[in-house]
């Protein structure tokens, strides 16, 4: 079966707009975004109980934190980014809203298959990476520092969980296209005889 396809055939229609510029859409993402990131926060302090937490930390301990977080966001975009061009080899644009940043392929019309790939790239490479850190870790402070970054990462993929999701509920054809500009994904289907 083919991944994309490079206009939208005639017998589609739009069905659905998942649009992250959106404000209140941006806001409840956002919002769902804290909560899941505070739940495994609080349940990874409850696990790992780190002791002295602010005292043992050094100044570079923290820049190296820093670092991490913004190579992640980095390295997130650049998976989505690696899926879509494995499996369309077409033109990719990257760029960072107020509310989101993003990886798309807005000239083309990508199927379900590659779509749900390329969307669970990152939440599925990145949860090994952080979670395999928080077991790696020698010390609880450090465990708990890698315990944050993937609560941070599962929060961050809520947009890309709730394409997941609609896939996974209203959109369960195989022949579902969407044009993914980034902040945007347009669902279509095919109109019935």
Known sequence: MKNYELKLPDNYREAFVVDATDK??????????????????????????????MESLSLSDYLIFLGCLLCYLVLHELVHGAAYKLLTRQKLTFGLTLSVAYCGVPDIYVYRRASMISLLAPFCVFTVVFGAAVFLMPTPQEQFCAAILLALHWGGCVGDLYDTYLYLTRFRSPLTLMRDTGPKQTFYLPQES
Do not use: C
Request: charged share 5%; no cysteine; glycine share 0%.
């Open 24 to 53: 209140k859409l941006a806001v409840t993402l956002n919002v769902v975004n804290l909560i899941i990131a505070a739940a495994v926060i609080l349940i990874s302090w409850l696990l790992i109980r780190p002791q002295n937490l």
